[in-house]
């Protein structure tokens, strides 16, 4: 099992410092009250949305705990590893041997993987061979060693118990980081052991300032940050897919103008269209390197066209009980505008559940396209849609 190991030991970067993290105070100063109280609990579960900083703040924290020479910023008011001790020297290396990051990709090398298969899941296997069976070795260059779980809602009930076992008793050098977008999925007993630092969406100006910061013309930013609702990791895979040339603004416009002209699309095929956009997107995520099975870009693809489609009927909303100052995309006022007169604010809101539901049903695996057909269905069936150039027949 060679291959693990090594992969193990490539999960290395830089390490941030707690100021490189944006829009995260709240959590950053738990994690450091608890620090400066001496008394650290053995397991941490890093819950939020995907994209807000997790990872980011687990590799800061984890340069914390492993530093030999911690540094304390009277400014920042931060206490963060001082990046010049062996430990930090080790970890900018990615040769650490006190961090064991268990990402999805090592599931291919764990002694119960199927020859072939691509694994969605940390199954008990993973969690024996990369971190039950590791815990009894003792630090090497720190007097801590730590332990990052990502997308710790990808673990499976065997994998949990397994965990378990370490949670109710481990060493008092082992720490252990879950990350996880859905803590509400892993079992109780784990969460009632994990000290639980809460993340939160980032405000869409500071999603687009940090955008803009990277390049972005500013109307695309604030665009791409309302569509990434408020994750700055999805802000920037969405500014890669526009690079890599998927026309966002135009492939949601040409989905809005269907949706506000219903009759004349059910005509033209718009659910046709919107799987065509799913699969371009789809294709589009895998060139840019992120990783992923083809199944799950595909999903992502289809979350993406729903959060289109669930930010123009917000924006709907919004124009019918407030004004056009109040909507996030101005891009679309005019058929923000139509949809809004056309439907009023109920029509709105029931458009707004369909997509929540759609919504659920995509992450539960159901088939896309029927998803799609119903949800356009049901969104034409709110108020009186307009037809322009269509007949009601």
């Known amino acids: 099992m060679g291959g693990g190991a090594n992969r193990l030991q490539q999960t290395g970067v830089v390490v941030p410092g707690f100021t490189d993290i944006v829009g995260q105070e709240k959590a950053i100063q738990a994690l450091q009250q608890a620090?400066?109280?001496?008394?650290?609990?053995?397991?941490?579960?890093?819950?939020?949305?995907?994209?807000?900083?997790?990872?980011?703040?687990?590799?800061?924290?984890?340069?914390?705990?492993?530093?030999?020479?911690?540094?304390?910023?009277?400014?920042?008011?931060?206490?963060?590893?001082?990046?010049?001790?062996?430990?930090?020297?080790?970890?900018?290396?990615?040769?650490?041997?006190?961090?064991?990051?268990?990402?999805?990709?090592?599931?291919?090398?764990?002694?119960?993987?199927?020859?072939?298969?691509?694994?969605?899941?940390?199954?008990?296997?993973?969690?024996?061979?990369?971190?039950?069976?590791?815990?009894?070795?003792?630090?090497?260059?720190s007097s801590r060693r730590i332990f990052i779980v990502d997308e710790a809602e990808r673990l499976n009930t065997e994998a949990q118990n397994a965990l378990l076992k370490v949670l109710e008793e481990p060493p008092h050098y082992c720490h252990i980081v879950l990350i996880c977008a859905r803590p509400q999925v892993l079992l109780s007993t784990v969460r009632s052991r994990s000290y639980k630092i809460e993340f939160s969406r980032l405000p869409h100006a500071v999603v687009s300032a940090e955008l803009i910061r990277c390049g972005l013309e500013d109307k695309l930013a604030f665009y791409i940050a309302a569509l990434s609702n408020g994750s700055l990791g999805l802000a920037k895979e969405l500014a890669a897919l526009e690079q890599a040339g998927v026309r966002l603004a135009e492939v949601n416009r040409s989905v809005l103008v269907g949706l506000v002209d219903g009759i004349q699309a059910v005509k033209l095929g718009l659910a046709e269209a919107i799987m065509g956009h799913i699969e371009n997107i789809a294709m589009a995520w895998a060139r840019i390197g992120v990783e992923a099975s083809a199944r799950e870009h595909r999903r992502n693809a289809s979350r993406l066209m729903l959060s289109m489609v669930l930010l123009f009927f917000q924006d709907v909303l919004r124009f019918a009980v407030l004004d056009a100052d109040s909507i996030s995309n101005q891009v679309h006022l005019d058929l923000v505008t139509d949809m809004a007169r056309a439907i009023g604010p109920s029509g709105a809101s029931g458009a707004i559940e369909a997509i929540f539901r759609a919504g659920s049903a995509i992450d539960a695996m159901a088939n896309e396209r029927l998803v799609w057909e119903r949800l356009l269905l049901q969104v034409w069936g709110y108020g009186r849609i307009p037809t322009f150039g269509g007949s009601s027949g």
Do not use: N
């Not at 080790?90 to 599931?107: H, M, N, T, Y």
């Open 35 to 141: 620090y400066h109280a001496g008394r650290l609990p053995h397991c941490f579960l890093f819950c939020g949305p995907k994209g807000v900083g997790k990872f980011t703040t687990a590799l800061a924290w984890t340069g914390l705990l492993l530093c030999r020479q911690p540094q304390y910023d009277r400014k920042a008011t931060l206490t963060s590893a001082c990046g010049k001790c062996d430990t930090c020297q080790a970890l900018a290396k990615g040769a650490c041997p006190d961090l064991l990051v268990l990402s999805r990709e090592l599931c291919q090398y764990a002694e119960d993987a199927e020859e072939g298969s691509v694994s969605t899941e940390f199954r008990k296997g993973v969690i024996k061979e990369f971190l039950v069976s590791k815990v009894a070795l003792r630090p090497v260059l």
